[in-house]
């Protein structure tokens, strides 16, 4: 019994540091990542420049676009509204434009001939992606993009 009190002094103590250092740390936004590089905000970097080539959709909205963000331009027919989408699936440590997990269970539907390929840069990391719509994965992961990809339908 007189070796558990030390024990927990000692934890508490630990504990205690450990929370000190903690507040210490400077902001998340500060903080470079292995996805985002360290950029003014929590998603912004001066040269968010995006090439998108879409192919298969038809209704003209077919056609190679180039994307600007923060401010927004370029010769995308959505530019703002493409901004907002990156914006809203950026998340700390995950990759926007990553490929569907390998392991993952998707729907055996089909989306349509639609492609896609992005290339730049966004958050200050270099982008080369490809989507489609070849199964209910890959149509998850081009719909979360609309209208930075356009609206497709099988």
């Known amino acids: 019994m007189s070796l558990t009190l030390p024990r927990l002094a000692l934890a508490a103590g630990a504990s205690l540091a450990a929370l000190t250092s903690l507040s210490a740390a400077p902001a998340a936004a500060d903080v470079p990542s292995p996805f985002f590089g360290q950029h003014r905000g929590p998603h912004h970097s001066d040269a968010d420049h995006l090439t998108v080539t879409v192919r298969g959709v038809g209704s003209g909205a077919d056609g190679t676009f180039e994307v600007r963000c923060h401010p927004s331009g370029g010769s995308h027919p959505e ?10 699936e950026t998340r700390w440590g995950r990759g926007v434009f990553g490929p569907v997990a390998r392991d993952s269970m998707c729907t055996m539907q089909y989306g349509g001939p639609a492609t896609a390929r992005v290339t730049g840069t966004w958050a200050g990391r270099p982008v ?14 081009w719909d979360r993009l609309v209208p930075f990809l356009p609206e497709a339908r099988a």
Not at 79 to 88: P, S, T
Not at 130 to 137: E, K, L, P, Q
């Open 128 to 141: 080369d992606a490809t989507f489609d719509r070849s199964n209910g994965c890959e149509i998850a992961r």
């Open 79 to 88: 530019a703002g509204g493409a901004c907002r989408a990156l914006e809203r």
